[in-house]
């Protein structure tokens, strides 16, 4: 009993993992698993901000022999990170409710006022506070670390290959190493007490080198440090020698990013190898555009995170709440700590315009369940002191986590999604030899497209290009890395490209039509160079978006032919073949947009591709694939002039 007191929070993680290996993905699922899948399998550059500590990390994970492909082993690294993490936040409010004492205001109990001293002043004498059972605290530990682990965002995090995951464990880590320096004895060595908070600067600096909304933890963990040192010199000094810590760590992990790039990985964003490229990929500034952008997008993300809640939670955000109140009297110092981490988190994150926002409440989310311990806490201590037992009330908290489980599972369940998977790769194999993608379909090709390509060598002979990307500067590089034949013959077009953007990315005065009719010009030539040489496919978006504004157009004399899941760019207007649409696309039980997106894209394609064999007086062939869509897609409405084809 003992040893499993002492390993009660490695044993919940064992527990946890085991829960959320049902429900890991198998493959690569949307938006960014496929490039950040790459980036760990091949020491690659992700994304800003670079997530460096996530890179070598993962590296290191993916080399272990076990049997499984890449981007499933890194999917199991998602879930040991949460599983970990939710260890860690099991271990750190036990840790507290030993110590609960210290966190009020006076850092002592309860406190009453007393008769008067021999000088006449009234004389505080803390009053003996009811201890908590100790099975109380264990019990209240595990249930507020379930409440946390099955809230939606938390458990999606364990699904499938992100940077959040890693982000938990870290920013649960620095929660408890922040704890564990606030709790020090002022009566041990200064020595010692130093030494707990250097080492929390070292955990700090680990969070900023996977994730820079590690800083969203700072004002709280300001309010704690000053709380229990004050702010005078020794503080401070204190405080200079954590940063002696704290930027060696960063800058010998963000290092990585200059030295990677010097070798030009195949997948090398930002190109980071001198000063400048670096710190535009550190700070963010690609995505600086969508953060406090207006007070109306804030308003819109704060209704957002409001109307989330109770799905993130069920009705365990009742306990949550239950425990705000009760921290407030009980633990007014941590109360205070995890308020403050609240407010600043949810502030910064509803002026980020983004669509998936959900990820970066994440550390509100886990104050929350911090306080939902405390409200467990008094719910037990209350029924035990009233001779209730602890069986009842412990039965009723766990309904309400069953409830929270059964409501989240099917959102987050992403043990049976192979439709991205499958879709990169029927699009790429439904395209010529040496063919060139052009598309920005970042969630559901481009991406996923990386993995194939670079970690399992899936038609290496194939280039998918990045429309959106092709703004960037650094982009050509890597372009020029992976696929050199492509660019042959547009030299000149990318350096006028390149000195059109360069103010724009240095924050110099820039003309934006310059850059605009450059950058248009440089994709139709793109086009018009490969097309003579190779099959050169275009994405539907393109020719929904782009080509409908005229800001994307054809050379002279070519047209769009509608070819399984892509259109081809094709000479004159002669009949074009296809391939029989004998490809597999297999769908969830649980849908979400991008999951439609792909049904809703790929019976628009094969609807288009029958039209145009109507149109060439294939009627045979329409019907194969007017067949195709009524067999997969049946809940997809016809288009007008093929609903009175009759597939035999």
């Given at each position: 009993m003992?040893?499993?007191?002492?390993?009660?929070?490695?044993?919940?993680?064992?527990?946890?993992?085991?829960?959320?290996?049902m429900?890991?993905?198998?493959?690569v699922?949307?938006?960014?698993?496929?490039?950040?899948?790459?980036?760990q399998?091949?020491?690659?550059?992700?994304?800003p901000?670079?997530?460096?500590?996530?890179?070598?990390?993962?590296?290191?994970?993916?080399?272990?022999?076990?049997?499984?492909?890449?981007i499933?082993k890194?999917?199991?690294?998602?879930?040991?990170?949460?599983?970990?993490g939710?260890?860690?936040?099991?271990?750190?409010v036990?840790?507290?409710?030993?110590?609960?004492?210290?966190?009020?205001?006076?850092?002592?109990?309860?406190?009453?006022?007393?008769?008067?001293?021999?000088?006449?002043?009234?004389?505080?004498?803390?009053?003996?506070?009811?201890?908590?059972?100790?099975?109380?605290?264990?019990?209240?530990?595990?249930?507020?670390?379930?409440?946390?682990v099955?809230?939606?965002?938390?458990?999606?995090?364990?699904?499938?290959?992100?940077?959040?995951?890693?982000?938990?464990f870290?920013i649960?880590?620095?929660?408890?190493?922040?704890?564990k320096?606030?709790?020090?004895?002022?009566?041990?060595?200064?020595?010692?007490i130093?030494?707990?908070?250097?080492?929390?600067?070292?955990?700090?600096?680990?969070?900023?080198?996977?994730?820079?909304?590690t800083?969203?933890?700072?004002?709280?963990?300001a309010?704690l440090y000053?709380?229990?040192?004050?702010?005078?010199?020794?503080?401070?000094?204190?405080?200079?020698?954590?940063?002696?810590?704290?930027?060696?760590?960063?800058i010998?992990?963000?290092?990585?990013?200059?030295?990677?790039?010097?070798?030009?990985?195949?997948?090398?964003?930002?190109?980071?190898?001198?000063?400048?490229?670096?710190?535009?990929?550190?700070?963010?500034?690609?995505?600086?555009v969508?953060?406090?952008?207006?007070?109306?997008?804030?308003k819109?993300?704060?209704?957002?995170?409001i109307n989330?809640?109770?799905?993130?939670?069920?009705?365990?955000l009742?306990?949550?709440?239950?425990?705000l109140?009760?921290?407030?009297?009980t633990?007014?110092?941590?109360?205070?700590?995890?308020?403050?981490?609240?407010?600043?988190?949810?502030?910064?994150s509803?002026?980020?315009?983004i669509?998936?926002?959900?990820?970066?409440?994440?550390?509100?989310?886990?104050?929350l369940?911090?306080?939902s311990?405390?409200?467990?806490?008094?719910?037990?201590?209350?029924?035990?002191h009233?001779?209730?037992?602890?069986?009842?009330?412990?039965?009723?908290?766990?309904?309400?986590?069953?409830?929270?489980?059964?409501?989240?599972?099917?959102?987050?369940?992403?043990?049976?999604?192979?439709?991205f998977?499958?879709?990169?790769?029927d699009?790429?194999n439904s395209?010529?030899?040496?063919?060139?993608?052009?598309?920005?379909?970042?969630?559901?090709?481009?991406?996923?497209?990386?993995?194939?390509?670079?970690?399992?060598?899936?038609?290496?002979?194939v280039?998918?290009?990045d429309?959106?990307?092709?703004?960037?500067?650094?982009?050509y590089?890597?372009?020029?890395?992976?696929y050199?034949?492509?660019?042959?013959?547009?030299?000149?077009?990318?350096?006028?490209?390149?000195?059109?953007?360069?103010?724009?990315?240095?924050?110099?005065?820039?003309?934006?039509?310059f850059?605009?009719?450059?950058?248009?010009?440089?994709?139709?030539?793109l086009?018009?160079?490969?097309?003579?040489?190779r099959?050169?496919?275009?994405?539907?978006?393109?020719?929904?978006?782009?080509?409908?504004r005229?800001?994307?157009?054809l050379?002279?004399?070519?047209?769009?032919?509608?070819?399984?899941?892509?259109?081809?760019?094709v000479?004159?207007?002669?009949?074009?073949?296809?391939?029989?649409?004998?490809?597999?696309?297999?769908?969830?039980?649980?849908?979400?947009?991008?999951?439609?997106?792909?049904k809703?894209?790929?019976a628009?394609?094969?609807?288009?591709?029958?039209?145009?064999?109507i149109?060439?007086?294939?009627?045979?062939?329409?019907?194969?694939?007017?067949?195709?869509?009524?067999?997969?897609?049946?809940?997809?409405?016809?288009?007008?002039?093929l609903?009175?084809?009759?597939?035999?």
């Open positions: 003992k040893l499993i007191k002492k390993f009660f929070w490695l044993l919940f993680s064992l527990f946890i993992f085991i829960i959320y290996l429900t890991l993905a198998p493959s699922v949307e938006i960014d698993s496929g490039e950040l899948a790459t980036v399998a091949t020491l690659g550059i992700a994304h901000t670079g997530y460096p500590f996530f890179a070598i990390a993962g590296y290191l994970f993916s080399l272990i022999p076990f049997g499984f492909s890449k499933y890194l999917n199991i690294l998602a879930s040991i990170w949460c599983s970990l939710a260890g860690i936040f099991v271990y750190t036990k840790l507290i409710l030993d110590n609960i004492s210290s966190f009020e205001i006076q850092n002592i109990s309860k406190q009453v006022k007393n008769k008067k001293n021999v000088k006449g002043k009234k004389q505080v004498i803390p009053s003996k506070a009811t201890p908590i059972n100790e099975s109380i605290k264990y019990l209240a530990a595990v249930l507020s670390g379930l409440i946390l099955f809230s939606q965002t938390f458990w999606f995090q364990s699904t499938s290959v992100e940077v959040y995951s890693l982000h938990i870290l649960n880590l620095i929660i408890l190493f922040l704890v320096a606030y709790l020090y004895d002022k009566t041990r060595q200064e020595k010692i130093k030494k707990r908070w250097l080492v929390f600067a070292a955990i700090l600096a680990l969070g900023f080198t996977n994730h820079m909304t800083l969203l933890i700072l004002p709280g963990v309010y000053f709380a229990k040192n004050k702010f005078n010199t020794g503080s401070i000094k204190t405080i200079l020698v954590m940063l002696l810590i704290f930027f060696p760590v960063l010998l992990f963000y290092s990585y990013l200059a030295i990677r790039a010097a070798q030009n990985p195949p997948l090398n964003w930002g190109n980071p190898i001198n000063f400048e490229n670096f710190f535009r990929h550190i700070s963010g500034k690609q995505y600086q969508w953060l406090f952008s207006s007070t109306a997008a804030a819109k993300q704060l209704i957002y995170f989330s809640l109770p799905k993130e939670f069920n009705i365990s009742f306990i949550c709440l239950f425990g109140i009760v921290s407030f009297f633990a007014r110092k941590f109360f205070v700590f995890l308020l403050i981490t609240f407010l600043s988190t949810v502030a910064y509803i002026n980020y315009d669509v998936d926002i959900d990820s970066y409440f994440l550390l509100a989310y886990i104050a369940s911090f306080f311990a405390f409200g467990i806490i008094k719910i037990l201590s209350f029924l035990e009233h001779k209730l037992g602890l069986k009842i009330p412990a039965i009723l908290i766990m309904l309400f986590i069953g409830v929270e489980f059964y409501n989240n599972y099917g959102e987050v369940n992403q043990s049976d999604v192979y439709t998977k499958d879709y990169a790769l699009v790429i395209t010529a030899k040496n063919s060139v993608i052009f598309s920005y379909q970042w969630d559901y090709l481009v991406s996923e497209s990386y993995y194939f390509r670079y970690v399992e060598n899936f038609r290496r002979d280039a998918v290009v429309k959106e990307l092709m703004r960037r500067s650094w982009y590089n890597q372009l020029k890395t992976n050199p034949s492509i660019l042959n013959g547009l030299q000149n077009d990318i350096n006028d490209f390149l000195i059109a953007v360069k103010p724009f990315e240095r924050d110099e005065e820039y003309n934006s039509n850059i605009e009719m450059n950058y248009r010009k440089l994709m139709t030539n086009t018009a160079e490969n097309v003579k040489k099959n050169f496919y275009v994405a539907p978006e393109l020719f929904e978006n782009e080509m409908q005229g800001e994307y157009t050379p002279q004399g070519y047209t769009l032919v509608p070819d399984l899941f892509l259109f081809k760019v000479k004159g207007n002669s009949y074009v073949p296809a391939p029989d649409p004998d490809f597999v696309l297999r769908f969830p039980k649980t849908e979400n947009k991008y999951i439609r997106f792909i809703n894209n790929t628009n394609m094969l609807a288009r591709r029958a039209l145009y064999e149109q060439n007086d294939k009627i045979d062939r329409a019907r194969i694939y007017i067949k195709k869509i009524k067999s997969d897609f049946p809940g997809y409405i016809l288009p007008a002039g609903g009175q084809v009759i597939v035999k």
